[in-house]
């Protein structure tokens, strides 16, 4: 289960993180070091409450820089999410520099989601040459430190991955794929965003997953979990 987090969530996003941890299920946690607030170590709320969290079980995972978009090219208008087209030698400076924040506010971490949930070959690259161990995206974890063969596929679930459509009804296909992938042994990846948590529809429909999943046999996991679970195999 990921969730990103903001300052203007956080009441929200404190909510949700209880309502898991009564179901035994862990959250890992999508930082953006730089926001429209600033650099994360100023904003010492929001920092404090992640190394909380971080300490009873939840783990951290880098959500980019600053989510600042690259143009395709000069002669396009269209822009592509940061660090789903960039090359190794570019993603290598922005980690770096998402890296230095987040060790000035005490939140280091190996593990890494691209914004837009798109990462590109360079953005793979660039995280395995600075010690990354895990890079999540759109089809499934990246298991950089891990003697395996591509990616742990597992498709991402969630209301912004899913058809268009009421919100009952598209609460009743993510429980739905949910419940099958459990059945299946697979991976059951569910993402959600700070909108979910404020429509109840969707919260509801996201613990109802949640729900299910371990009804399947499901055990909670997070992206730090499966990638010592890798290593340990």
Not at 19 to 29: E, F, K, M, T
Request: net charge positive.
């Amino acid at each position: 289960m990921s969730l990103p987090v903001a300052d203007d969530a956080l009441a929200d996003a404190e909510s949700f993180a209880d309502a898991l941890a009564g179901r035994g299920v862990s959250l890992s946690l999508l930082v953006r070091p730089v926001g429209p607030e600033g650099p994360l170590a100023p904003r010492a709320r929001l920092a404090g409450w992640l190394r909380e969290r971080r300490s009873g079980g939840d783990v951290l995972v880098l959500h980019g820089y600053d989510h600042s978009r690259r143009p395709l090219g000069p002669q396009h208008r269209i822009r592509r999410a940061e660090f789903s087209a960039l090359p190794a030698h570019e993603a290598t400076l922005r980690l770096a520099a998402a890296r230095w924040v987040m060790e000035r506010a005490g939140l280091d971490t190996t593990s890494f989601t691209p914004p837009g949930w798109r990462a590109s070959p360079g953005t793979l690259t660039a995280l395995a040459a600075r010690g990354f161990a895990v890079c999540a995206d759109e089809g499934g974890v990246h298991l950089l430190a891990a003697p395996v063969a591509g990616p742990v596929r597992s498709r991402l679930l969630g209301f912004e991955t899913g058809p268009r459509g009421p919100e009952a009804m598209c609460g009743r296909l993510l429980i739905a794929k949910a419940a099958r992938t459990a059945r299946c042994g697979g991976l059951v990846r569910i993402a959600v965003r700070h909108d979910d948590l404020r429509r109840p529809e969707r919260r509801n429909a996201v613990l109802g997953a949640v729900d299910v999943a371990l009804g399947h046999g499901a055990t909670g996991a997070t992206y730090d979990s499966i990638t010592t679970a890798a290593l340990a195999a």
